[in-house]
């Protein structure tokens, strides 16, 4: 099948040819398929959101088409390298990390998903991926393969010897997975202790309980490591136990219980044991691909269906209640004004309250699984864009998003218009009656609101603005202009025109939450919520503020510690080369006889993109520590 999945695309064959050849069936999911490769975008993200898009519609009809496409899709990673195109590559995996590896996790389908993540790893960040792989192969060289071949032993002889007979085998988590795990805990490779996972596979659920307690009396269980996926399994149907036990005196090993009707159900997903009918199985297990479906109807920008896909395949799951008694599946965090929005569009944007279990309650409040919800709505109520900072599913961001748009964008031409006016006036002559027309064909815009709204979101200098009007008025040095700029920051929540300046004690950056201290006669400071100088904010007026809508550009500043050898500060400066961040200070801090200490200051696009570079840093062999300051 995953042979014949790009026929009608790579040959001469069409779909009645196929039909008449393999049968209806056959032929509707080569179709599906191909619709997923057809696709035409202008950038790298719409092409992702667009191939999303037309997946889901494809699976909606046939689950199969699912399984041929993440067959032919890990096909496609296995053979990756034989691409010349980097940009190409790269493309291709990031894809894959966004888009088919979550998918295969979401129906169960373990080894796809780790093998796809393992692949886009190695091209998305190669000198990460090089470090792990490099430290692990340390690993085995030294005691990794004899180690978790005598743990495994030492597992199957305890278990038996109460009279449990299991399969137990051990291995290495994989590159990706570690590094995920150091970028979320903020830690190095070598404080990173539970690199070794073993599996023991027992005979049946009353086995599996029975080889927890004989596990949990022979060592020390690590707080928070523990999950029963039996008594609650996840929504694509995986059963398991997960703990985790202090082995030795520094070793950490994680260790997965399960019976073999479990483990062939972990292994093979969906794939086992799928119904092949239309519409959702009675355990709704194909629920979330029609959540999907609706934030598809809701959202026409790539990155926000992107960001709201995501959140709908990633997060666990909770179970409230309608006052009618109907049951409403949402992510766990989510609040009543996602419950609004996932009853009815309408509801979510005429919510003014909610009453959670007879109690109101604060709309912010996150609900618990069993609550009964009941919205308090209005017919002049209209979302508040404030709920973004709190609501969770992509429906209800991308409909308050829709809103937030259309409103914002009549204010934004109003205060284009104010400051076009201003740049009119300091031209040196009076402009020509086509003026304007002629500059929306130089700056290539379609009509005169496009021009104003750049201008009011500083994609628009007034230098460029006035070459544009009028050229050569912008070559001169007037003192009025603003000098260009690379990045554009917004605020959200200040008065149009009001001065503002960035603090340089916790240089924030776009991503992080924010605030503004405003004291008589000085401008607004913007700092991150837990910037330590706020304990000095008393006497301050303190001011809620948001970034703008697309907002890029800030400094961050780092300190890093390297080991003292050659070639050290090179791979530091590499990494900021490599993801495209540039040095703007770097002062040698301390030196510590093996170690020596920097502060640097760097530009970077928002927090993503810093958290990426401080993420990479620590998983190079050369650097010891790296943090945010």
């Known amino acids: 099948m995953v042979g014949c999945c790009d026929t009608i ?34 950038s790298v993200t719409e092409r992702a959101a667009e191939n999303l898009r037309k997946f889901l519609l494809a699976m909606s009809g046939d689950i199969r088409v699912l399984l041929v496409k993440l067959a032919d899709r890990l096909h496609n990673m296995r053979t990756l390298h034989h691409v010349e195109d980097e940009e190409k590559r790269r493309r291709i995996a990031r894809e894959t990390m966004d888009i088919y590896a979550p998918l295969a996790e979401r129906i169960g389908m373990y080894e796809f998903m780790k093998e796809m993540q393992t692949l886009a790893f190695k091209h998305l960040e190669p000198d990460a991926y090089e ?10 060289e030294g005691e990794g393969e004899k180690s978790i071949e005598r743990i495994a032993k030492e597992f199957t002889k305890l278990l ?6 299991a399969d137990v085998t051990g291995r290495e988590k994989h590159p990706y997975s570690i590094w995920k795990k150091m970028a979320e805990r903020h830690v190095s490779f070598e404080t990173l202790t539970d690199v070794l996972a073993f599996r023991a596979i027992v005979e049946d659920v009353e086995a599996c309980y029975r080889a927890l307690g004989i596990i949990h009396e022979r060592w020390h269980t690590i707080p928070g490591r523990f999950k029963d996926y039996i008594s609650t399994p996840k929504r694509n149907g995986y059963r398991s136990i997960h703990t985790s036990v202090q082995y030795g005196e520094d070793r950490r090993i994680e260790i997965q219980i399960r019976s073999k009707a479990m483990h062939e159900q972990a292994e093979d997903g969906l794939a086992a044991h799928w119904s092949y009918k239309q519409g959702d199985r009675p355990d709704g297990q194909a629920g979330w691909v029609r959540a999907l479906l609706e934030i598809l109807e809701a959202t026409d920008n790539p990155e926000e269906l992107l960001e709201n896909t995501r959140m709908a395949m990633y997060q666990d799951r909770i179970f409230a209640f309608s006052p009618a008694g109907e049951l409403i599946q949402l992510p766990k965090g989510a609040t009543a004004v996602d419950f609004a929005y996932e009853v009815h569009t309408d509801l979510g944007n005429q919510t003014v309250g909610a009453k959670i279990n007879g109690r109101v309650v604060p709309l912010r409040t996150q609900l618990e699984n069993g609550d009964q919800v009941r919205i308090l709505r209005s017919d002049n109520q209209h ?15 991308a409909a308050i998003r829709r809103f937030v ?22 031209l040196p002559a009076p402009l020509a009656s086509d003026a304007l027309k002629h500059a929306l064909k130089r700056l290539n815009l379609k009509d005169e609101d496009a021009l104003m709204e750049k201008i009011a979101r500083h994609e628009i200098d007034d230098r460029e603005l006035m070459e544009a009007l009028m050229p050569g008025a912008g070559a001169g040095d007037l003192q009025s202009a603003v000098p260009p700029q690379r990045q554009s920051i917004s605020i959200k929540g200040l008065t149009a025109g009001v001065s503002y300046q ?28 837990d910037c330590e100088e706020l304990a000095d904010g008393d006497d301050a007026d303190w001011l809620a503020l948001n970034w703008g809508d697309g907002s890029d550009g ?4 780092l300190r890093t510690v390297l080991r003292n050898e050659p070639g050290a500060l090179a791979v530091m400066a590499g990494i900021f080369a490599t993801h495209g961040a540039n040095i703007l200070n770097l002062k040698l801090e301390n030196r510590e006889g093996a170690f020596h200490s920097f502060c640097v200051d760097i530009e970077v696009h928002d927090l993503a993109h810093l958290m990426r570079i401080l993420a990479t840093l620590r998983a190079a062999e050369s650097v010891s520590h790296a943090e945010r300051v």
Do not use: M
């Not at 393999?22 to 999911?29: K, M, P, Q, S, T």
């Not at 470090?131 to 085995?140: F, Y």
């Not at 800030?554 to 500043?557: E, K, L, P, S, V």
């Open 9 to 42: 695309e790579d040959t001469v064959a069409t779909h009645e040819e196929i039909e008449q050849l393999f049968g209806e069936n056959v032929a509707r999911l080569v179709d599906g398929v191909t619709k997923l490769s057809t696709i035409e975008a202008q």
């Open 131 to 140: 470090s792990i792989t490099t430290r692990l192969e340390r690993l085995r």
């Open 160 to 165: 038996g010897s109460h009279g449990v007979d």
């Open 383 to 397: 979302p508040d864009p404030g709920w973004l900072s709190f609501v969770v599913t992509g429906k209800a961001r």
């Open 405 to 426: 748009r259309q409103k914002e964008r009549g204010e934004t031409i109003e205060l284009g218009h104010k400051l076009y006016e201003d740049v009119i006036g300091r």
């Open 502 to 529: 960035l603090a340089r004690c916790c240089h924030p950056v776009p991503g992080d939450r924010i605030v503004g201290i405003r004291r008589r006669d000085s401008d607004i400071v913007i700092h991150t919520i």
């Open 554 to 557: 800030g400094t961050a500043r």
